[in-house]
């Protein structure tokens, strides 16, 4: 085996986070941005590899043509894990980044009877207890199909938080679940089609890491969060040597790109706004000809040294690409004009404009309150060595915005080893 875990993330902002699990285990290695074999090669040493893909976002009948050769190409490194990344939040639905359709694939790619699925992930306020599945938002824990935003998302609504019904949905094969009050007593894991985990603390995250690995003495295919990453990673490395002393972030300019609808990326926007940051919302004549958009950016950056653009008036169809066009439009002239860290919010965003960019890997940084990396992008484009911050919509503290322009220094200085 040449990689401890290899993984295809279905959005930008979730593989960021395996990374991020993986390397406080120890494990540490780079996201490739396209599913290119000579570039999945040239890291192939590494003891992590991740395919950052869009499958969450895809129709699930075009889901094939970018996961299946991914988890292959990741598959011949036979790493000890193969996981397929999806949201701790469970986003899917039947027609759109089926992860019953994702769970099928992986399983037949290994000729694997029985298929681990661990959504939990603690320490990012998300809990499945007996099969049932709950988030935390707002100060307040949630069951999923009743959770402010899951419950209303505008794409693949949760109705079901019963992860085993709610899956089934997905798959024609069983899909069962093994309670945390059976880890104790120990014994493996047993049956066909998919076995959804609990997980309600880390040791939890531990006993269900152990469950995953013994399905099979070679490659385990695994579908779940960054909480299965931190769960593999328990067994697999070091625990939490990737734990490092703060560092404080050099004050610099910021710029964020908002195109989440996340009521808390909304409440992240007017904390910053409260705080004096220069923020404008994008119009539709902004998508056609994005250069006074820019000049304002350009001259809040210059002014104030931060600037906020968000896409919450926004509507209409294609508007997930016509919002990635405008934000690269955007990026490139802040690279040109001063290079600011460009904070990107929202993982359908996310993955399109990063894919967009052409940059060919990302690595980690550093990393700002819990669960968000500062990366920066490899490649030949015009985006190499950019730092970006790739937010999903629910993800950080309500200051977040303040914390990444230097306003504090609750940081984890991870850049003395090189990816």
């Known amino acids: 085996m040449t990689a401890a875990v290899g993984f295809y993330a279905d959005d930008f902002t979730g593989a960021t986070d395996v990374l991020l699990q993986l390397r406080r285990c120890g494990l540490v290695g780079p996201l490739v941005l396209r599913v290119d074999p000579d570039l999945i090669a040239r890291y192939a040493g590494a003891a992590v590899l991740g395919v950052a893909g869009t499958a969450r976002s895809l129709p699930t009948a ?10 292959g190409a990741l598959a011949a490194l036979r790493p000890r894990v193969l996981q397929y990344k999806a949201c701790s939040t469970v986003d899917s639905s039947p027609t759109v980044g089926s992860l019953g359709w994702a769970a099928e694939a992986g399983a037949d790619l290994l000729g694997q009877g029985l298929v681990p699925a661990l959504f939990a992930q ?17 100060g307040a824990v949630h069951r999923l199909d009743r ?8 794409s693949t ?7 085993t019904v709610f899956l089934a949905r997905q798959t024609g ?19 066909e089609g998919v ?27 695994a ?10 990673g328990l067994h697999l490395g070091s625990p939490d040597t990737g734990t490092d002393e703060d560092a404080a972030l050099p004050p610099g300019p910021v710029l964020v790109l908002a195109g989440s609808q996340s009521p808390l990326t909304a409440r ?12 404008r919302a994008a119009a539709d004549a902004d998508l056609a000809d994005p250069a006074g958009l820019a000049r304002w950016a350009l001259d809040a950056l210059s002014a104030r040294g931060r600037a906020i653009i968000h896409t919450r008036e926004l509507s209409g169809p294609g508007l997930l690409a016509r919002i990635a066009a405008l934000f690269e439009s955007l990026w490139r002239e802040a690279r040109a004009a001063g290079d600011p860290l460009v904070v990107v919010c929202g993982g359908d965003t996310s993955s399109r404009l990063v894919r967009g960019s052409g940059a060919d890997a990302l690595e980690i940084d550093a990393v700002v309150a819990g669960n968000v990396p500062i990366s920066r992008l490899v490649g030949s484009s015009w985006v190499d060595g950019a730092r970006v911050v790739l937010k999903g919509g629910q993800v950080g503290p309500e200051d977040l915005f303040n914390r990444l322009a230097g306003r504090t220094s609750d940081l984890t200085d991870l850049t003395k080893e090189s990816l």
Not at 223 to 232: F, H, I, K, P
Not at 268 to 279: L, R, T, Y
């Open 195 to 221: 076995v959804v985990l609990d997980a309600l603390e880390d040791d939890d995250l531990r006993a269900a890491g152990g469950l995953v690995l013994g399905v099979a003495p070679g490659t385990v295919f």
């Open 173 to 191: 094969r069983p899909v069962t679940s093994r309670p945390r009050t059976t880890y104790a007593a120990g014994g493996p894991l047993t049956g």
């Open 147 to 154: 959770h402010p935003t899951m419950s209303r998302h505008p």
């Open 157 to 163: 609504p949760i109705d079901e938080a019963d992860l």
């Open 62 to 71: 075009d889901m094939a043509a970018e996961v299946t050769p991914a988890l």
């Open 268 to 279: 992240q926007i007017a904390v910053a706004e409260e705080d004096g940051w220069p923020c």
């Open 223 to 232: 579908l779940g969060s960054g909480g299965l990453s931190r769960a593999v």
């Open 122 to 138: 603690p320490d990012f306020g998300r809990y499945t207890l007996f099969g049932t599945h709950f988030a935390a938002q707002g």
